[in-house]
């Protein structure tokens, strides 16, 4: 089967849009009254099973999540670009400032099953980014609750769906406005998600969850069967794949779909043409291989370096690409929450950047323009 072939296999929000366009244009004309209208009528909060009491955590799942929390924050942090101040031959500076969002919301899904790993995958990387203030919203699962609280989420906001996604964006009497919402959940909150991306910040389009297996010799075939297996209990959706050189390798991974390639050549290609939002290499070809890898979610080196870590510890983040976007798309990391501003100072430069300036606003019929830059022609206190 070709890349493209599987890919088309896959459901989209376009189905859905008119709906979710009529859900937002009413949160975002009728505030809480209809957000909790519509909670009411969809909202999956209140339906997700309860498996932990009053926002406690058991020792073992904070212990874990703590590890999580520290991880996903140092790998995180790495990220931060420093501003770049950048003199230039007029005489004049561009500093290249790098600077965070005021408010980001983290959406963490709880309907089918609750996600505390989103939570700290989400709110980690937002602090890490340095935004002032960072939400998350979803059911009000305790365990997601709790693991908000233990990330030092600023607060928890217990809605659901396209609606949450159309109040984060317009604001509600109860909900701020934020500058960027990220994270996974239903194709209504998608949808919402792309429909409201005008006014917005966005991490992306999140998918079902897709796992790719490249294994050749050598691989642990049982361990890489259960990677494959660990992704497709993310239910319906999900993809797994595996691609190898060997037919009784393919037989024994078991995956939805297996690709039998001539030589790794041809597996490079089909992943690269895949763009998984995980891969998998193993076996004695992976390491050769790896460099030479660049469109997929995350990659993950050699038998021992399953998805499930990534899923939870490892510190790289989970919400990644999904459906081919690995072609252009990062997993979530602290870029989605700051964005790069020029700071100019023109200083006694403005006679020689007047002198290449003006020429091109003229050419251009803007003669207001022109005359700005010709003002400075003397520095100006
Ligand atoms: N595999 C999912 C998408 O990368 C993340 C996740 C959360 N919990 C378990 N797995």
């Excluded at 989400?122 to 908000?148: F, K, L, R």
């Excluded at 990644?320 to 979530?332: V, W």
Aim: glycine share 10%; aromatic share 4%.
């Amino acid at each position: 089967m070709r890349a493209d072939e599987i890919r088309a296999l896959v459901p989209t929000g376009a189905s859905i849009a008119q709906p979710v366009a009529t859900i937002i244009e009413a949160v975002r004309a009728g505030g809480d009254a209809e957000l909790e209208r519509l909670e009411a009528e969809f909202g999956a909060g209140t339906k997700a099973p309860f498996t932990a009491s009053g926002g406690a955590l058991a020792d073992d799942v904070r212990a874990g999540l703590e590890v999580a929390i520290h991880n996903v924050r140092a790998v995180a942090e790495a990220g931060v670009d420093e501003d770049r101040l950048v003199t230039l031959p007029q005489g004049h500076s561009v500093k290249l400032r790098d600077v965070p969002v005021r408010r980001a919301a983290v959406y963490a899904p709880g309907g089918r099953n609750p996600y505390p790993s989103t939570v700290v995958m989400g709110v980690m990387t937002a602090q890490a980014a340095g935004v002032d203030e960072v939400y998350v919203v979803g059911a009000p699962h305790p365990v997601m609750v709790a693991a908000a609280e233990l990330c030092g989420a600023d607060a928890y906001f217990a809605v659901t769906g396209a609606q949450a996604v159309a109040a984060l964006a317009y604001g509600t009497e109860s909900i701020p406005k934020v500058d960027v919402i990220v994270g996974p959940g239903s194709l209504w909150v998608q949808e919402a998600k792309r429909q409201v991306s005008a006014v917005v910040g966005i991490d992306g389009f999140a998918g079902p969850s897709d796992l790719t297996v490249v294994a050749t010799e050598g691989a642990d075939l049982d361990a890489l069967k259960a990677d494959l297996a660990g992704q497709g209990e993310h239910g319906e959706g999900s993809l797994t794949v595996a691609v190898s050189d060997s037919q009784a390798i393919l037989d024994a991974l078991d995956a939805q779909h297996g690709v039998l390639v001539a030589d790794m050549d041809e597996a490079l290609a089909f992943v690269e043409e895949l763009a998984p939002e995980h891969l998998q290499i193993a076996g004695e070809a992976a390491e050769a291989l790896a460099p030479r890898i660049r469109s997929a979610g995350c990659l993950f080196v050699g038998s021992s370096s399953g998805t499930a870590f990534g899923d939870y510890v490892a510190g790289s983040n989970h919400v990644l690409p999904t459906e081919g976007a690995a072609r252009f798309a990062s997993g979530l990391n602290v870029r989605h929450f700051r964005r790069r501003m020029a700071e100019v100072r023109v200083g006694s430069a403005g006679a020689a950047l007047a002198a290449a300036g003006v020429p091109i606003a003229e050419a251009e019929a803007f003669p207001a323009h022109a005359a700005s830059m010709r003002l400075r022609q003397n520095p100006r206190p």
